[in-house]
């Protein structure tokens, strides 16, 4: 033990040097510090953490690449109005943009009202814009679009069940001075090409396809079969079993060679849909070039492709600048109020190029179009080709919409700011724009519903029965909100009442719609309610459900003001008392104004899930944002694509979810919420 | 002031106590409390906690309410009806241990909110007040900011700038400097200083005692719900006459 070195006795260390401050160690300070802190600061956090990533990057994977490759998002571009507007009538359209527009103006108010509006965050919104602007642009410019394959042919082509044959005759629209191109589909000269190609196809092509990948599909199974077979790893039953899969397996004949795909030569007109005259004609073959028009007009053209000769054959043709095109009719008002009659409308899917042209006829005989359902998209999609067909012409669709927003957000600070300028007094710099947002969170809403809505006879009332889409789901929600707020508070105050009837209502009140899920709310607004009272089943379906939503909603609001009406330190009071400030001074310049800041965050929960509840409507046959997926996913066009319409809804759900919980924790953390808490 | 002192017994007591008992639940708070005070006068109640001095004074401006015996201020008797409850409420201040600021409203609305609602002054007028008051007691630039971002000192001193407003006529403190950092007990001591020196009626419970020996004309000292002694600062100090008197000096001092 005496060898061990005595520790030096330092009683008192008095440093009187110069204080100098040193960077702190690597690890304690900066993102590697973080890193180590947060994700890998113990054996089960760097296991959690590794759990995590595999999960999400996992379930990212399958999303993205399901988007990309598999997905048909025709569903959402061409069904973007009702999406936001439902049936809404198209002549007050004007109105419900008009509308839009002014909350948005308003929000931009209360922007420069309530938060520190930093312009970074602006010029980085104009930058994403303008590259969401630019980027279908470059797409264009630099990505062809995918080609559609018809097929001519004068024999059926089956497939398992479904035999087709191929068409002679294919409308199709076109813009005045677009290239209109068409050949022999060399790759398709083998069944394994063929098999895998990928593109818009016609019923025929598709057959041709399916037949192709079938016969590959059996030749290998029939190759694992006898693999299996030769090794001794089987039971005696396992190989009864597949020696009979065996011998029932039979190898369809080559596709290519069974219709004989592109052997023949095949003779192609395109004629002009008014006038039926002949633009170009020619005669392909595997090894001839390519037939080009330079179409002169916008309207309709005919492609007539037929087989030369009389021995059965067919061929595959790969033709650019023809699309598929989705059929819309509906009657439309003229000028004069009465009906105009049967419109139909025909909108080429991949740039939403619409025409109202007829269709042409040949013998007094509609020509069959390239229409949609019979001319999908098949075989996995190639990043290109989404980037081309999908993503671009979405981008176009919603960038203005996106720019207008933007615009008006911007200028509605710059609105808020200039009038702070002028009017408010230097020791209070934001009043003016306080008192404008204030007065704009109240009125905006009622304007914009009344402008969606109608008033007498200055704007025409809309059938409330046509509303729906995001619109539908936006008033539901605001209604909700604004009604309920009032009601909320009211009964709030209500339970902590000194009167016991007025507590014990309110208490009755609240534990009782607690108690009662919304679905049970609706129906009893829908369906009971008539029944209560003749008269009040005149009143529209959609405003029962607003009053039913905002009765629900207000116990539920009640509860949390109370919570903050609780939390607020009897000193307050007593002090407000002191002062000789009566009751309901107290509560309206005291209490109140505390209690509800203290619960901002749980009444933008509540909002956000009351925007969410919306979607129970559905159930009592409204048509709201979920309600109009179901029915977008009904038409024969987009039987099947319920995915990517809930994609989409998902997406509009979480956009608007976010920003109000976005706002909540600005309102929060700007000076009405941050600097005020003691 | 105890110059002066003499003279203000000749009026007649603005605050009369008579026989005041107070219980919560079973508990006797006060125990026959009576009490006088003059105009100008200013009293300062020491004790023990749980001695009552908080509630008795809380009595005065009714924030508890007493059982039995009779409070007088400015003439009206403290009862039931809400309207004498408001006027004596009009005539008295009340400063508060934990300064119960308006955590959302600045300093200036602080001041002015009540001015505007039960003195009716128009808004001008009521932020005028507010700031003479605010340079009364030495932060007039704290006008803008909220209550959070002062000082307990500065808070205090907002709180009484606050009370002052609605020119009571009379200032009830209740443990004014308990809840302060010792560094910032003498600013709000000095405005209380100030204010005693100005003329006004104050009921003080502290446990400064050295506020008490410069400052009051009066001291009272509770225990257990009464009055066990009372005396002018020297008298009280220098020569206290009862055990628990004595006691609780030596432990303080």
Redesign the interface.
């Known amino acids: 033990m005496t060898d061990m070195p005595q520790p030096e006795r330092v009683v008192t260390y008095v440093n009187t040097g110069e204080v100098v401050n040193r960077p702190a160690p690597l690890l304690t300070a900066g993102p590697l510090a973080w890193i180590r802190r947060n994700l890998f600061s113990s054996v089960f956090d760097t296991a959690l953490t590794f759990l995590f990533a595999i999960t999400v990057i996992g379930a990212i994977y399958g999303l993205v690449n399901w988007s990309i490759q598999q997905a048909n998002w025709f569903v959402v571009t061409l069904n973007l109005r009702q999406f936001m507007l439902g049936r809404y009538e198209v002549d007050p359209e004007w109105r419900v943009h008009l509308a839009a527009m002014l909350v948005v103006f308003g929000t931009g108010i209360a922007l420069a009202a309530f938060s520190r509006v930093r312009w970074r965050t602006f010029a980085a919104l104009a930058i994403v814009a303008a590259v969401l602007v630019a980027v279908p642009v470059v797409i264009e410019a630099a990505l062809p679009l995918p080609p559609l394959y018809v097929t001519a042919g004068n024999m059926p082509i089956a497939s398992g069940s479904v035999t087709q044959e191929a068409q002679s005759r294919l409308a199709f629209t076109a813009r005045a001075g677009e290239e209109f191109r068409i050949a022999v589909a060399a790759q398709a000269s083998g069944d394994e090409a063929l098999a895998v190609q990928s593109g818009f196809m016609d019923k025929a092509t598709n057959n041709l396809r399916n037949a192709a990948e079938s016969r590959l599909l059996a030749q290998a199974r029939l190759a694992e079969l006898d693999r299996l077979l030769a090794s001794d790893l089987l039971t005696a039953n396992q190989r009864v079993a597949l020696t009979g899969e065996r011998d029932r397996l039979t190898i369809p004949d080559p596709v290519v060679e069974r219709y004989a795909v592109n052997q023949a030569a095949v003779t192609v007109r395109v004629l002009r849909g008014t006038t039926l005259e002949v633009l170009a004609e020619a005669t392909l073959s595997a090894d001839s070039g390519p037939l080009s028009v330079t179409l002169p007009d916008e309207g309709w053209y005919v492609l007539e492709k037929t087989i030369a000769g009389d021995a059965p054959a067919t061929a595959i043709l790969r033709v650019d600048g023809m699309y598929p095109l989705l059929q819309r009719s509906f009657s439309r008002a003229d000028a004069g109020g009465g009906s105009a009659g049967r419109v139909n409308q025909y909108i080429r899917m991949t740039d939403n190029f619409l025409t109202e042209a007829p269709l042409p006829k040949i013998d007094g005989q509609d020509v069959p179009f390239a229409v949609i359902i019979d001319n999908q998209y098949r075989g996995v999609r190639p990043f290109a080709d989404y980037l081309r067909v999908h993503l671009a012409p979405f981008l176009k669709l919603i960038t203005p919409a996106l720019w207008q927003a933007l615009i008006l957000l911007a200028l509605g600070v710059v609105a808020g700011r200039l009038a702070d300028r002028f009017f408010s007094p230097a020791?209070?710099p934001r009043r003016t724009s306080v008192r404008v947002a204030t007065w704009l969170i109240i009125v905006l809403p009622i304007v914009a519903f009344f402008l969606a809505y109608g008033v007498g006879n200055v704007l025409p009332v809309t059938d409330t029965r046509n509303w729906g889409g995001l619109l539908l789901t936006m008033m539901l929600t605001v209604v909700g909100i604004i009604g309920s707020f009032p009601l909320g508070v009211l009964l709030a105050l209500g339970r902590r009442s000194d009167l016991p009837v007025v507590r014990y209502l309110s208490i009755l009140y609240i534990e009782t719609v607690r108690g009662v899920p919304l679905v049970t709310v609706l129906f009893m607004a829908q369906l009971l309610v008539p029944f209560l009272n003749p008269a009040l089943a005149d009143i529209d379906a959609v405003f029962r459900a607003m009053v039913g939503i905002t009765l629900f909603s207000a116990a539920y609001l009640a509860e949390n003001v109370r919570g903050g009406l609780q939390a607020i330190?009897p000193?307050?009071v007593?002090?407000?008392?002191?002062?000789?400030?009566?009751g309901w001074?107290i509560t309206l310049?005291?209490t109140l104004?505390?209690a509800l800041?203290a619960v901002i965050p749980a009444l933008v929960g509540q909002c956000i899930s009351l925007f969410k509840d919306t979607s129970l409507v559905t159930i009592v046959g409204l048509i709201d944002l979920t309600g109009i997926s179901n029915a977008v996913v009904a038409q024969t066009e987009f039987i099947g694509l319920r995915r990517e319409a809930y994609v989409f809804i998902t997406v509009l759900y979480f956009v608007f979810s976010y920003a109000m919980s976005y706002v909540s924790r600005r309102l929060e953390m700007s000076g009405s919420g941050a600097?005020?808490?003691? | 002031m105890t110059g002066t002192s003499a003279a203000r017994f000749h009026d007649e007591p603005i605050i009369t106590c008579r026989k005041v008992n107070k219980w919560f639940g079973d508990f006797h708070v006060l125990k026959d409390i009576s009490v006088d005070v003059f105009p100008q006068e200013v009293v300062v109640i020491i004790g023990p906690s749980g001695s009552g001095k908080s509630t008795f004074i809380r009595c005065i401006?009714r924030?508890e309410e007493h059982q039995e015996g009779e409070i007088i201020v400015d003439g009206i008797e403290l009862g039931h009806n809400v309207r004498d409850i408001?006027a004596i409420?009009?005539e008295?201040?009340?400063v508060?241990q934990?300064f119960?600021?308006?955590?959302?409203l600045t300093v200036l609305e602080n001041i002015s909110?009540?001015q505007r609602?039960?003195r009716h002054r128009p808004h001008d007028e009521a932020d005028q007040r507010a700031m003479q008051l605010l340079e009364r007691v030495g932060i007039p630039e704290q006008?803008?900011k909220?209550?959070?971002?002062l000082s307990g000192g500065q808070q205090q001193r907002v709180?009484i700038a606050?009370?002052l407003a609605?020119d009571p006529k009379i200032m009830l403190f209740d443990e004014p400097t308990s809840a302060l950092d010792p560094e910032m007990i003498k600013e709000v001591l000095d405005v209380m200083k100030t204010l005693a020196l100005s003329g006004m009626t104050m009921l003080v419970v502290t446990h400064e005692m050295g506020f008490a020996r410069e400052v009051a004309d009066r001291v009272l000292f509770f225990d257990m719900g009464r009055i066990v002694e009372a005396g002018t600062p020297e008298h009280f100090f220098e020569d206290p006459q009862h055990e628990r008197t004595k006691l609780f000096l030596s432990q303080i001092l």
């Open positions: 020791d209070r330190p000193g307050q007593e002090a407000a008392r002191a002062l000789g400030l009566a001074q310049f005291i104004p505390q800041r600097v005020r808490r003691a | 401006n924030l408001a409420r009009r008295i201040g009340m508060f934990q119960n600021l308006f955590p959302h909110l009540a609602w039960v006008a803008g909220y209550p959070g971002q709180a606050r009370a609605m």
